[in-house]
């Protein structure tokens, strides 16, 4: 062979290998929720930040609306690989077998943000996360979206306005057991599946924080809002574990301090998120906003806090007494 073509096969060869040691690694962020919501911002801010701060090592890419996957698959789509990050509503974890993170679907037991700080930043929060581990996924952070509230096609003041619905629930059994609490009849289901649901009556009615309501446009087919705040609704940012292992450590550090930002600035937008989903909701004029009085909200209360003593079997009691005691809360005291 001529020294000049085997220059050239040289060069091609080393050219290649350049470009390949080049390639980004790409995280694959799958969600069901719509771009303009709290997690969907916190999504594209961490995959900004990521990039950012890898230099361009790490390419994330978000997909949003369950384009990728829907809730049940993007838990066995992010154990087998196929994608690396996810976010799972903390009501989604029971089907994985981490009944635990139910104790945030309790009814009544958090009263404010500062209430899921306690938890999340505290002890309770990491021994948590650290339960998905066997399941081969590793817990990075917490990030809010707010409080639901209950909407029908008729009017909502009193917890007999919900008896006999069909509503619509995540897979958890604590939801389950609340909307039995209220004689409703849960049904669960996927969050893309939702909006047809409601448009073509499968379900009555649902719960969810305002920013879902109005970004998947279900309030376009239900009639009536009650802001009842009756539960929280937040997600555990979640990857792949043998993914995260296998990266390179600068990397690895890299990706945690954007995940550390990423968590400060979803938790900052989400009540603001909220609100100005309930603005659009109210001035859209489609569907009724109602406000429950001190009393109508303490009568749900009343009749949903005793679903905490009913499902200590399945969370563990220790799990429930120890958030109680993070936040002061006294199920007797209503
Ligand atoms: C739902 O299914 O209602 C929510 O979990 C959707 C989400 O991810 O906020």
Do not use: C
């Amino acid at each position: 062979m001529k020294i000049s073509k085997l220059l050239a096969g040289l060069f091609l060869g080393v050219a290649a290998f350049g470009a390949f040691a080049q390639q980004p690694i790409v995280i694959k962020f799958s969600h069901v929720v719509a771009v303009d919501t709290p997690k969907g911002k916190g999504a594209e801010y961490f995959a900004k930040k990521a990039g950012e701060l890898t230099g361009g090592k790490v390419k994330v890419e978000v997909y949003a609306n369950s384009t990728l996957y829907k809730d049940k698959e993007e838990m066995e789509a992010l154990q087998l690989g196929a994608v690396q990050m996810l976010a799972p509503s903390l009501a989604k974890f029971g089907p994985l077998g981490v009944k635990e993170f139910e104790v945030f679907d309790l009814p009544f037991i958090f009263s404010s943000y500062d209430d899921l700080r306690k938890v999340t930043n505290g002890p309770v929060g990491k021994q948590l996360l650290s339960k998905l581990e066997p399941k081969g996924i590793r817990g990075l952070a917490y990030w809010d979206n707010g409080f639901k509230s209950f909407s029908a096609n008729t009017p909502i003041k009193m917890p007999a306005d919900l008896k006999g619905k069909k509503m619509r629930i995540q897979s958890s059994k604590v939801l389950e057991e609340q909307m039995r609490a209220l004689g409703s009849l849960p049904q669960q289901m996927a969050f893309s599946e939702v909006y047809q649901a409601l448009q073509t009556g499968v379900v009555d009615g649902t719960e969810n924080p305002i920013s879902n309501l109005y970004t998947q446009k279900m309030h376009e087919v239900q009639k009536h809002l009650a802001l009842t705040d009756h539960g929280y609704l937040g997600y555990a940012v979640i990857v792949n574990k043998k993914f995260w292992d296998g990266l390179p450590a600068d990397i690895r550090g890299q990706l945690e301090k954007a995940m550390e930002e990423s968590t400060r600035y979803a938790n900052q937008i989400a009540k603001v998120e909220n609100d100005t989903s309930l603005e659009a909701v109210k001035k859209s004029g489609k569907t009724q906003v109602y406000q429950p009085t001190k009393e109508e909200r303490l009568a749900f209360k009343k009749q949903l806090v005793p679903v905490h003593q009913k499902m200590e079997s399945r969370i563990g009691k220790d799990v429930i007494q120890n958030v109680y005691k993070e936040i002061g809360f006294k199920p007797d005291s209503l």
